[in-house]
């Protein structure tokens, strides 16, 4: 008996030097709530309980916020680093192939994406020879039409889901994909419009709704790296 006095004495000396070690502690603040409604019996409505009760719930509520914006900061933050990574690489390409090889390869290793392709509108049906995979030969309307299958685009860049079956201009790794975002290129008033397409196994990679800044902006690097190429 002496002993557990002792605990309580030791507990109480410790409560009243530091009390926000109960304060901060939800656990226990809902337990010392519950003995006080239970003191105060079942025909007394404690207003304090219910405020707190109201309280935590909004605390709640502001702790998700606050943790949802910090994950969208950070994710902002990697991506711009992402993409001036691969800007940086775009820069150092000495040639039209040296640039289409850093696109499939390094840069989108840096973009953290599965597959790549640049699709250029053409008259004649003839490409760039010694162009990797990753460039494709389209129709003239083709890039226009393929930008128009996810809707209408917000400054010229669609983020959209892939279904099985429609990721073709991927080839082979097409069939893994599962969302995109397709930017559309101005390549000059002498040239047909090109595209500029990326795209994931990932679904939550690209989602309608995501803002496009950076990728616009990553686009107009790439529109105006393939126009200084082509001169």
């Given amino acids: 008996m002496a002993e557990i006095e002792g605990q309580r004495a030791v507990l109480r000396d410790t409560i009243l030097r530091e009390p926000e070690l109960v304060l901060d502690d939800m656990d226990l603040m809902r337990a010392l709530v519950g003995a006080s409604e239970r003191a105060m019996g079942s025909n007394v409505v404690d207003m304090r309980g219910l405020a707190m009760a109201r309280l935590e719930g909004r605390l709640g509520q502001l702790e998700d916020r606050h943790q949802s914006v910090l994950a969208a900061a950070y994710d902002n933050i990697a991506g711009t680093a992402a993409i001036h990574r691969a800007v940086l690489e775009l820069l150092e390409a000495s040639d039209l192939l040296d640039l289409t090889e850093r696109l499939a390869g390094p840069v989108a290793k840096s973009l953290r994406i599965d597959a790549l392709r640049l699709v250029l509108g053409a008259r004649d049906g003839r490409v760039p020879s010694g162009m990797p995979e ?5 129709e003239p309307a083709f890039a226009s039409e393929y930008l128009a299958l996810g809707g209408r685009p917000r400054r010229g860049v669609v983020l959209r889901s892939i279904l099985p079956g429609q990721g073709v201009i991927y080839g082979a790794e097409g069939a893994a994909m599962r969302s995109e975002a397709v930017i ?3 390549l000059g008033p002498d040239r047909l ?16 709704g995501q803002g496009t800044d950076l990728l616009a902006f990553f686009g107009g690097v790439v529109e105006r790296a393939v126009r200084a190429h082509l001169a």
């Fill in 184 to 186: 559309l290129l101005d």
């Fill in 193 to 208: 419009p090109a595209l500029l397409a990326l795209a994931s196994a990932d679904p939550g990679q690209f989602r309608p």
């Fill in 134 to 138: 990753a460039v494709l030969l389209a």
